[in-house]
């Protein structure tokens, strides 16, 4: 998964974090081990703490839901698209032949909040769908 925005900016700061108390506790071992060793068991605990957190963060959240609350979710070899989709071709040798159509407007901002799912080898959409060649061999003309 690509992690894009604050998120982006959020695993770059833990990873500076993690680097900085990482030589943090190697010059602490260096200097008096013994501090050395309980600095390194506080941070463990605390760090499992925080591993926890997001165990139960990630469990607790939704698969698959986007920011705006649309799923999308596809089985292995199957297509799902959510939204307005226009002049498409999807599938092995399909192709979409004739002047593209009009991009349909954009429905209400309530009507959203759709939940797709394509099982294994199959196809669906929410949203308005035109001029589109979906599946093996197909051809919109």
């Not at 600095?39 to 698969?63: D, E, N, Y």
């Not at 959203?112 to 799912?117: E, K, L």
Request: no cysteine.
């Amino acid at each position: 998964m690509a992690v894009s925005g604050p998120a982006r900016v959020a695993v770059w700061v833990l990873a500076v974090v993690a680097g900085v108390v990482s030589a943090g506790l190697i010059v602490a071992l260096v200097v008096n081990p013994d501090m050395a060793d309980r600095t390194a068991s506080v941070i463990g605990a605390i760090v499992g703490l925080a591993a926890v957190v997001l165990a139960v963060i990630a469990l607790v959240r939704s698969p698959g839901t986007s920011g705006d609350g649309r799923r999308v979710r596809s089985g292995r070899g199957g297509i799902a698209a959510g939204g307005n989709i226009t002049g498409s071709a999807i599938g092995d040798r399909s192709s979409v032949v004739g002047p593209p159509t009009a991009r349909a407007p954009a429905p209400p901002a309530g009507g959203r909040d759709a939940d797709v799912r394509a099982g294994r080898d199959g196809i669906a959409a929410a949203g308005d769908i035109a001029d589109n060649a979906l599946g093996d061999d197909s051809e919109r003309r």
